[in-house]
């Protein structure tokens, strides 16, 4: 940004032959404005401009959040007072007029390139933190169920004949925990967005699971449930892997089990339009507050504010399910049931044949 229109067509054509997109602008007005619309990955400042000067254009720029764009300052001074008080105020760099082609290309080459290693290591860090976050969410369903059926036996809390099943339900959910370490580390090698994508699922075999899986905590909890099968002409697949659809589908079952306890589950699958297939989680619980539903797929937000705390709930997880779904070419929506309580709804793709 400079007041004089000969120096910004130099500069402009400067950088634009070293394969810089500049966007230029003769007042400080202008300057706050395109940044507001559209942040820059560099700022070349003129200290003396009309109407606002430099530092004032500073002040603006850090006025509501730090300043994340390097800020270079163009002047003809050499005042070493002037340049200490640029760099109080937030400047990374100072190029003096008349300034030579040569040196003011290494200093935007260096300060964008450092800008932009800083942006790529901020998104690794970040994708990392989405990781663990959703490695240890997905690990929460499976070690409670490993922890429910531990406890029944270690206290005696069930029948003789079902001692087998409940050490099954160990044996299961410890592997699928497993699984789920085995499939998120995979998964770093291929690119994020294919998570889930891959494979394919029968809707009619995930209803199975979920109703194996869980049939005793629901019934400890006193909700029974109903499953409506897919049609038998013919599978039901869904292009998504199995276990990824298990994960998903498991995540609202387990809201149900916690927030509608002593109602009825149902657990259907059916067609949707040409080319999708629909799996269904339905209870009469107290359904979501439409203050709520708003936020209901952001993360780490909870369902219900007064919801009894289990010690492992994070709000994640529909957040996650409506993340994996999409990524899968899918949906996950929530309707308010006729007559009280919540429907989940995972639309997915027909698996190609």
Same mark, same amino acid.
């Given at each position: 940004?400079?007041?004089?229109?000969? *120096?910004?067509?130099?500069?402009?054509?400067?950088?634009?032959?070293?394969?810089?997109?500049?966007?230029? @602008?003769?007042?400080?007005?202008?300057?706050?404005?395109?940044?507001?619309?559209?942040?820059?990955?560099?700022?070349? &400042?003129?200290?003396?401009?009309?109407?606002?000067?430099? =530092?004032?254009?500073?002040?603006?720029?850090?006025?509501?959040?730090?300043?994340?764009?390097?800020? %270079?300052?163009?002047?003809?001074?050499?005042?070493?007072?002037?340049?200490?008080?640029?760099?109080?105020?937030?400047?990374?760099?100072?190029?003096? $007029?008349? =300034? #030579?082609?040569?040196?003011?290309?290494?200093?935007?080459?260096?300060?964008?390139?450092?800008?932009?290693?800083?942006?790529?290591?901020?998104?690794?860090?970040?994708?990392?933190?989405?990781?663990?976050?959703?490695?240890?969410?997905?690990? $929460? *369903?499976?070690?409670? +169920?490993?922890?429910? @059926? /531990?406890?029944?036996?270690?206290?005696?809390?069930?029948?003789?004949?079902?001692?087998?099943?409940?050490?099954? !339900?160990?044996?299961?959910?410890?592997?699928?925990?497993?699984?789920?370490?085995?499939?998120?580390?995979? /998964?770093?090698?291929?690119?994020?967005?294919?998570?889930?994508?891959?494979?394919?699922?029968?809707?009619?075999?995930?209803?199975?699971?979920?109703?194996?899986?869980?049939? !005793?905590?629901?019934?400890?909890?006193?909700?029974?449930?109903?499953?409506?099968?897919?049609?038998?002409?013919?599978?039901?697949?869904?292009?998504?892997?199995?276990? %990824?659809?298990?994960?998903?589908?498991? *995540? &609202?079952?387990?809201?149900?089990? $916690?927030?509608?306890?002593?109602?009825?589950?149902?657990?259907?699958?059916?067609? +949707? @339009?040409?080319?999708?297939?629909?799996?269904?989680?339905?209870?009469?619980?107290?359904?979501?507050?439409?203050?709520?539903?708003?936020?209901?797929?952001?993360?780490?937000?909870?369902?219900?504010?007064?919801? %009894?705390?289990?010690?492992?709930?994070?709000? #994640?997880?529909? +957040? &996650?399910?409506?993340?994996?779904?999409?990524?899968?070419?899918?949906?996950?929506?929530?309707?308010?049931?006729? *007559?009280?309580? /919540?429907? =989940?709804?995972?639309?997915?793709?027909?698996?190609? $044949?």
């Amino acid at each position: 940004m400079d007041d004089q229109a000969a *120096n910004l067509r130099v500069v402009t054509a400067l950088l634009s032959r070293q394969g810089y997109e500049v966007v230029s @602008a003769a007042t400080g007005d202008e300057a706050l404005r395109l940044y507001a619309e559209q942040p820059p990955d560099l700022i070349l &400042l003129d200290v003396m401009m009309p109407g606002m000067d430099g =530092f004032e254009v500073m002040a603006a720029l850090r006025a509501d959040s730090p300043l994340r764009v390097p800020v %270079v300052f163009v002047t003809a001074a050499h005042d070493r007072d002037l340049l200490l008080r640029a760099f109080d105020a937030g400047v990374v760099d100072y190029v003096t $007029k008349p =300034f #030579l082609p040569e040196e003011l290309l290494a200093r935007v080459n260096a300060h964008v390139g450092l800008k932009l290693t800083r942006d790529r290591l901020e998104r690794v860090a970040r994708e990392r933190e989405e990781l663990v976050n959703l490695v240890a969410h997905d690990l $929460k *369903n499976p070690l409670t +169920s490993v922890l429910f @059926a /531990s406890d029944l036996l270690l206290h005696d809390g069930c029948k003789p004949e079902r001692v087998p099943r409940y050490l099954q !339900m160990i044996h299961e959910s410890a592997d699928d925990a497993l699984g789920y370490i085995r499939h998120y580390l995979e /998964s770093q090698a291929g690119p994020r967005d294919s998570v889930g994508a891959q494979g394919r699922a029968d809707l009619g075999e995930t209803l199975e699971w979920l109703v194996r899986r869980y049939e !005793m905590q629901l019934d400890a909890r006193g909700i029974r449930i109903q499953v409506v099968p897919p049609p038998a002409n013919g599978a039901a697949l869904v292009a998504m892997d199995a276990r %990824v659809l298990r994960q998903v589908s498991e *995540n &609202l079952v387990t809201n149900a089990m $916690k927030y509608a306890p002593n109602s009825e589950l149902l657990l259907a699958a059916r067609n +949707s @339009a040409p080319g999708f297939w629909q799996l269904i989680v339905a209870d009469r619980g107290p359904g979501i507050p439409v203050a709520r539903q708003r936020e209901l797929f952001k993360p780490f937000v909870r369902l219900h504010d007064d919801a %009894v705390d289990d010690g492992l709930s994070s709000g #994640l997880g529909l +957040s &996650l399910a409506k993340q994996i779904v999409v990524n899968a070419g899918g949906q996950l929506w929530y309707e308010e049931r006729r *007559n009280g309580g /919540s429907r =989940f709804i995972i639309e997915l793709p027909e698996a190609a $044949k």
